[in-house]
């Protein structure tokens, strides 16, 4: 099967989304706000101990809701019961369960059940100096006509995108709501195979790209799994076409799509598909005029093998004079892969310590912000980490990446990191917040990760519950002083 340079009116046709509200597609453009210049000593680009000009704008209200759910979040006891809840049908599937979560971590971590409600809140950010990223929540489809569902809601978020203010708004989208689980499973076993033996051959496999390393937990595999059937080969076939259909959409609209990484079992053939999408529409046109690409992968800095895999995909996208898209990020599902080697009885594929990931996404942020500088790539650098964010700008400035460049973007998650986010945002940068949106049951699993991710009072929070208290006692103080 070659890869597609343009996809078909019946893919498009098959997955077109219904109009857009009346509200949403009038909504007037609306300009960034200008930040506020930001003064540099050394390394130190950023600034967060002026609170008052930090969260400017930002209502009494809103830091105390933000304050009050970060500090619940980082009592261990009661997220270890909320998770269980949401991990039990019984609850999770409940009237009752589904209210509790919309009223508490919902409502802190996501963008609405609509996509009209989540483009209300890129509006807002828009008006506040920074983007947002729409990600309608939906992953592990288990059949075709699941895949076929979520392909036209992931083009209905596009077509959301479209309306909003020019560069306001991406779109992020994961493969296992476009091609179902098992059979991304199956694909990935194959890949690994033919790492392992690169004489096997693979006739459905559509490009050569480099997907493992030498370092890549290839015990996965340990025996030569079956090919697919005819049968799951058209599936596979579908699911390129489905993908291919958003990439177009996208394409058509200017809007950049982003990625998402997943789990070790399906993230081979994620990353194929990914690099499907990639080599059709970031070829050597959008290179040679320097824009930004459309299709960006994501690189989860917490593996062993995230920088043998992302040199090795680098080099390759160079050779080809394809404009290569990224999103750097530490990684969300430690618990699942960690419990996963252990099973096989091998070392877990993440780094033995925080400092070892910490490192290797810094190492990862400073080559890919070379490429920038290149002209070579472009890189979204997702992260809750003050001291990588603080690198990173200071790199990028020390390189004469421009702050308005649009190939650097720095992306933070809806109810995290708001301090980083703002920051960033007054020091000139392109900052995007990470907007989940979908009905509560749906979003379930989103949930239950960031909740595990801000457990803990040495959660990554714990500087932004530090940052909201600073700000709200200075700004009783205040009061207090006016009305005397």
């Not at 994501?298 to 898209?325: F, H, K, N, S």
Request: proline share 6%; with cysteine.
């Amino acid at each position: 099967m070659a890869i597609a340079s343009r996809v078909s009116k019946r893919a498009l046709s098959t997955f077109a989304a219904a109009k857009l509200p009346e509200a949403v597609a009038a909504a007037e453009p609306l300009p960034p706000a200008t930040p506020a210049p930001c003064e540099r000593a050394g390394s130190r680009v950023l600034g967060f101990e002026d609170t008052g000009r930090l969260f400017a704008g930002e209502p009494t209200s809103a830091l105390v809701r933000t304050l009050a759910a970060l500090q619940a979040l980082s009592v261990g006891p009661l997220v270890d019961a909320a998770t269980a809840a949401l991990r039990s049908p019984a609850v999770a599937g409940s009237a009752l369960g589904r209210a509790a979560a919309r009223a508490t971590a919902y409502r802190h971590f996501c963008a609405g059940e609509t996509a009209d409600e989540a483009a209300a809140v890129v509006r807002r950010l828009w008006r506040g100096g920074m983007g947002g990223i729409l990600d309608y929540g939906i992953e592990d489809a288990e059949d075709g006509h699941a895949c076929d569902r979520n392909a036209a809601g992931f083009i209905a978020a596009v077509d959301v995108a479209a309306s909003l203010p020019p560069g306001s708004a991406s779109v992020c989208i994961k493969i296992t709501a476009l091609c179902p689980i098992a059979l991304l499973e199956k694909t990935s076993d194959l890949l690994r195979w033919q790492k392992k033996h690169p004489s096997f051959n693979l006739p459905w496999k559509a490009h050569s790209f480099p997907i493992l390393s030498d370092s890549s937990p290839l015990y996965l595999t340990a025996s030569e799994p079956p090919a697919l059937t005819a049968e799951e080969e058209r599936e596979l076939e579908l699911a390129h076409e489905r993908l291919l259909a958003v990439c177009a959409r996208c394409a058509e609209h200017g809007i950049p799509l982003l990625v998402d990484a997943e789990y070790a079992t399906v993230q081979p053939a994620i990353d194929y598909f990914t690099l499907v999408g990639a080599l059709a529409f970031n070829g050597e046109a959008r290179a040679a005029d320097g824009e930004r690409p459309i299709v960006h992968g994501t690189i989860q800095a917490y593996l062993r093998d995230a920088r043998d895999r992302l040199e090795a995909m680098v080099a390759a996208a160079e050779r080809e004079r394809v404009r290569l898209g990224l999103k750097v990020v530490r990684g969300a599902y430690l618990t699942r892969e960690t419990r996963l080697a252990a099973s096989f009885g091998v070392p877990s594929p993440i780094h033995g310590s925080i400092q070892d990931t910490h490192d290797c996404y810094n190492g990862c942020a400073t080559f890919l912000l070379d490429r920038v500088r290149r002209g070579s790539a472009s890189v979204m650098l997702a992260t809750h980490n003050i001291e990588s964010g603080q690198l990173a700008a200071a790199q990028a400035l020390e390189l004469g990446i421009p702050k308005g460049d649009r190939n650097l973007q720095f992306a933070q998650l809806m109810g995290m990191a708001d301090g980083l986010s703002l920051s960033l945002r007054n020091a000139g940068f392109q900052v995007s917040k990470y907007l989940p949106y979908g009905p509560v049951e749906q979003i379930i699993p989103y949930l239950i990760r960031r909740a595990e991710e801000n457990r803990g009072l040495l959660s990554a929070s714990s500087f932004d519950r530090q940052l909201l208290r600073t700000e709200l006692a200075r700004r009783v103080k205040a009061a207090v002083v006016g009305r005397g």
